[in-house]
T-cell receptor
Framework: AQSVAQPEDQVKVAEGNPLTVKCTYS??????LFWYVQYPNRGLQFLLK??????LVKGSYGFEAEFNKSQTSFHLKKPSALVSDSALYFCAVRDIENQGGKLIFGQGTELSVKP | EADIYQTPRYLVIGTGKKITLECSQTMGHDKMYWYQQDPGMELHLIHYSYGVNSTEKGDLSSESTVSRIRTEHFPLTLESARPSHTSQYLC??????????????FGPGTRLTVL
């Protein structure tokens, strides 16, 4: 069965510092990975995805993610955090085995950026 | 402007009432989804659709039903609401993608409270 895990419920960083939100996956075959962000009382917004190619994927709002096949990870990163980055972040893997390619989401990580 | 809309944004109702949560998208996407997001933040797929007249149940058993009579419209109905239905409901859509892996676009969500 395919799955994705976000080992940290919460990540706290100071503004201006680099941030990392961790994600690991378990799939059979090639992984198709996504990151979404959710601001309070809002839906999810797409940040970036990895399908194939370069292991470093650049996305919206200055975020990037590094795909590491040997470690089965897809960590989200940003070189310099902003207070406005504070939100809930979800990693997801595309389920290519079942149900029309639905997304399987991780548990979510709450990012808190302090001034 | 292409977008995905959900109404109402917030709803408080009594037990036993019939309700319909509306979801519309103006992007011409074939695939649409309903997710339930519990207080622990995890998202669970409850329904999805490949296109007009196509509806399928998702991972999470749900007493709700959906219909897809028009491409742009994917309403979710609860015939008799119960307190256990209290949750956030998120609608999403994506392009049909045989062989490609398109991201899903999410609506702002409906927060339902059943008293």
């Amino acid at each position: 069965a395919q799955s994705v895990a976000q080992p940290e419920d919460q990540v706290k960083v100071a503004e201006g510092n680099p941030l990392t939100v961790k994600c690991t996956y378990s799939v059979s075959g090639n992984p198709y990975l996504f990151w979404y962000v959710q601001y309070p009382n809002r839906g999810l917004q797409f940040l970036l995805k990895y399908i194939t190619g370069d292991n470093l994927v650049k996305g919206s709002y200055g975020f990037e993610a590094e795909f590491n096949k040997s470690q089965t990870s897809f960590h989200l990163k940003k070189p310099s955090a902003l207070v406005s980055d504070s939100a809930l972040y979800f990693c997801a893997v595309r389920d290519i085995e079942n149900q029309g390619g639905k997304l399987i989401f991780g548990q979510g990580t709450e990012l808190s950026v302090k001034p | 402007e292409a977008d995905i809309y959900q109404t109402p944004r917030y709803l408080v109702i009594g037990t036993g009432k019939k309700i319909t949560l509306e979801c519309s998208q103006t992007m011409g996407h074939d695939k649409m989804y309903w997710y339930q997001q519990d207080p622990g933040m995890e998202l669970h797929l409850i329904h999805y659709s490949y296109g007009v007249n196509s509806t399928e149940k998702g991972d999470l058993s749900s007493e709700s039903t959906v219909s897809r009579i028009r491409t742009e419209h994917f309403p979710l109905t609860l015939e008799s609401a119960r307190p256990s239905h209290t949750s956030q409901y998120l609608c999403a859509s994506s392009e049909y993608d045989a062989g490609t892996y398109n991201e899903q676009f999410f609506g702002p969500g409906t927060r339902l409270t059943v008293l």
